[in-house]
DNA sequence: ACCGTCATCCTCCGAACGGGTGATGCCGGG
DNA sequence: CCCGGCATCACCCGTTCGGAGGATGACGGT
């Protein structure tokens, strides 16, 4: 099953696997909500998911589909791969990560190994997995006060949006610089940009 | 013409006009350079040129493009609408401008309308067109600043770099702020990278 | 029961930041 | 020829940041 919000990347997989006889196309989706009802029909053995979409995008509709049909292999194929988007990706549970860069016999084979019950990574999407071994990931309310700094806001301005006090926020941002590896607003704000947290 | 750098992209367009009958794909490339020489052999009507591409990007391909083959219409087709991206493109003198989320249809008629001397622009890049009256773009040195910002520079530590005083920093920054209409750095960077400044 | 993480709060303080006002010289377009 | 944009610099001043210490309670896993 291919799920892609581009109808020209959409037409383009299945060209790519029309000819192949192993291989079959059983449906598309465009978004995740439509690729839960399809897979649920169409029961496909792998899946090739599009993570950036409108709606219910891929990581989520990673997560329900396994839930829901544990059998079925994930194989991400997207045009991105910063830490944030690969890191979400693995701990959903795929079984492959490529980039959409990738030549068409790259996907035939992903879509064999993944069947197979293997896995498949892209050269710069398992490098980016090694080069990360103090990965910090800030907590769900560090990034909450990261984003209102995105927007410009005073340490004061986010106290108050927040419901609490100045000197929290600071902490808050205290930690974001150190897991991070930064030590400026400003640096902050393009590290979680680059890395695809806000 | 097709130029992208994804294969799977330029599969799934050659799908989308094999059965038009007024419509022919006399080339495919997968950068810049590539679309240049092979746009001198197979002189085609229109070009679809994606902008993100590896070597050559869009618009230096667009540039050349055009000094050589002032006939040919260029339609840019790409996943991004930034306003850099599009004023670029613009600039460049494209003959239109769609999002990769296009459907077919869109696309059958772009090129028709392209081909025949027309222009066409996404929805969402005629907004993006309008929604800037005063975009002012901030100046050569100003930018210089502006990235050492987001690499988390004090102004102090900008003003070694660039040779300059702290106070000239702290006055193109001023520049910056007014520009982009934001009041510190952290929203500026923010900015700036949204438009793809830096 | 204990340890780590998260979230919350505090004080002190020097350095950095951003705003205001003003000035100089250069260049290019009207 | 003059005006506007660019680039450079100066001084003042109030506010904000970020660092360095600490502290508390809640929760969840070993």
Redesign the pocket.
């Known amino acids: 099953m291919i799920v892609d919000d581009h109808p020209v990347v959409r037409d383009g997989l299945r060209g790519m696997f029309d000819h192949v006889a192993d291989i079959e196309v059983v449906a598309e989706a465009s978004d995740g909500f439509e690729a839960l009802a399809m897979a649920r029909r169409a029961r496909p053995h792998v899946v090739l998911m599009d993570l950036r979409m409108p709606g219910l995008d891929g990581v989520g509709a990673i997560q329900r589909l396994r839930a829901d049909h544990p059998e079925i292999k994930v194989v991400v194929l997207t045009t991105y791969d910063t830490d944030a988007d690969v890191a979400r990706a693995m701990a959903a549970g795929v079984a492959g990560y490529l980039l959409k860069d990738a030549p068409r016999e790259e996907l035939h084979r992903a879509v064999r190994t993944a069947a197979a019950g293997g896995a498949v990574l892209a050269p710069s999407v398992a490098s980016a997995l090694m080069s990360r071994p103090t990965a910090q990931e800030p907590?769900?309310?560090?990034l909450e006060v990261l984003r209102l700094v995105a927007r410009g806001s005073?340490?004061?301005e986010i106290a108050r949006a927040?419901l609490?006090?100045e000197?929290?926020v600071?902490?808050?941002?205290?930690h974001v610089?150190a897991k991070l590896g930064v030590?400026?607003?400003a640096a902050a704000v393009v590290v979680a940009m680059e890395r695809g947290l806000i």
């Open positions: 907590s769900p309310r560090e005073a340490n004061k927040l609490i006090s000197t929290t600071k902490t808050h941002l205290k610089f030590d400026s607003r």
